[in-house]
């Protein structure tokens, strides 16, 4: 008799890691160090906000246009594929000469497409995990360890190269990314979500989904100085290039430990719990980031506490998205999430920072951000529930 195969057998972890790793292995050279790069092209921190809040604004239209073409195509995939590629010869265009004018044109071309691609393909590994979605941590966590090798080794060869190598260095992640994207496909058919609209919004119109959206919004608008700036915020304080790599380096690798045990969290622990604590801890790192920035043992601390703000906010939004919005209708779900916190979230902390940095070189612009992940966190303690333990599961 043929036994049927166990999910967790059947699940592609290593296609779907290679995607997570190689996306955000690139993340982890654009995040820290494509300010370092524009600054060595001569933009102000005017002209940097304004080109990094591009990165957010792209957000706000990329991953729902995206999620709404495969939603209608019958044969979804393709349009993962074809925003991969899109990235890449999108990217390739930094590495020729260009004026200012130009270099904005091109950087929103680039990131429409890099950010239209990571909402489709976290639908594609919920439809693996199916009820498993507690699974997504240990493939989620590779994301997190190219991060890693990439942040790490990126910060000695800028310090030794300069600046300016950073997209000829960046090149051959997205081409393997691309490779990734052909070796993926969702496990199973996606039908169209257009017969679904109506029942979609009607889900995000309740007091629980809205006040999970909001908090989502403002803990991304706190993140706008810490994304936009934070390299040459450590610059300003004497730091090395080296010691600022570390600096990303050690939160990345407190998130590898949130996403191997956060599994156990949820079997226990309703997902709003983490999401309340993941940003409140947000609260204090910002306020610590503004107040002691040249005590390195500090700033050492706050980074470690990115495992909360970002690793464990990002899971526990992903299960509460699997909860609010099932089936078809989670990649309209993922697109929401993507265009309106990560996307309007991150253009206005991008701008807003960029408004408030000349006030205490940066000082204020931090503290200004724990205010915003302060209400958020008031606001996700007031309307998500529930926040009371899920009983474990009775063995014997």
Not at 75 to 82: A, E, G, M, V
Not at 286 to 296: G, S
Request: proline letters at 6%; one cysteine or more.
């Amino acid at each position: 008799m043929t036994s049927v195969p166990r999910l967790p057998d059947a699940v592609p972890a290593a296609r779907l890691s290679s995607f997570y790793f190689f996306y955000y292995a690139a993340l982890g050279a654009f995040t820290p160090y494509w300010s370092l790069y524009l600054q060595s092209r001569g933009m102000s921190v005017t002209a940097i906000s304004v080109m990094m809040s591009l990165w957010y604004a792209t957000r706000v239209v990329a991953p729902s246009t995206w999620t709404s073409l495969a939603a209608v195509s019958p044969q979804p995939i393709r349009w993962l594929r074809l925003g991969c590629v899109l990235t890449l010869l999108s990217f390739s265009g930094f590495l020729l000469p260009q004026q200012q004018w130009a270099l904005y044109a091109l950087m929103v071309v680039f990131c429409f497409f890099y950010n239209a691609v990571m909402p489709q393909f976290e639908s594609i590994t919920l439809t693996h995990l199916g009820a498993d979605s507690h699974r997504y941590g240990m493939i989620r966590v590779w994301g997190s360890l190219g991060f890693i090798a990439v942040v790490s080794l990126f910060g000695w060869l800028i310090e030794r190269y300069g600046a300016g190598r950073l997209p000829w260095l960046m090149l051959p992640l997205f081409v393997l990314l691309v490779a990734s994207s052909f070796a993926n496909r969702y496990a199973r058919h996606v039908g169209s979500h257009s017969l679904h609209a109506e029942g979609f919004w009607t889900i995000v119109r309740r007091p629980a989904v809205l006040a999970f959206f909001i908090a989502a919004f403002l803990e991304q608008l706190s993140f706008g100085p810490y994304y936009t700036f934070f390299s040459l915020y450590m610059d300003d304080h004497g730091y090395a290039t080296s010691t600022l790599g570390l600096m990303w380096t050690v939160g990345v690798v407190f998130e590898l430990a949130v996403f191997f045990l956060i599994s156990r969290f949820f079997r226990r622990w309703d997902a709003s719990w983490l999401m309340i604590m993941s940003m409140a801890s947000a609260v204090l790192r910002w306020w610590a980031t503004a107040l002691w920035p040249e005590n390195l043992p500090v700033m050492l601390v706050a980074q470690a506490t990115h495992c909360l703000g970002f690793a464990a906010f990002f899971a526990s939004a992903m299960q509460l998205l699997a909860r609010y919005f099932p089936g078809n209708l989670n990649g309209h779900g993922q697109g929401l999430f993507y265009g309106f916190s990560s996307g309007l979230g991150g253009v206005l902390g991008a701008l807003i920072a960029g408004q408030l940095w000349p006030l205490g070189n940066g000082k204020v612009a931090f503290i200004v951000a724990g205010f915003f992940a302060l209400t958020g966190t008031l606001i996700a303690w007031r309307f998500l529930p529930p926040r009371t333990p899920v009983p474990a599961p009775v063995t014997g």
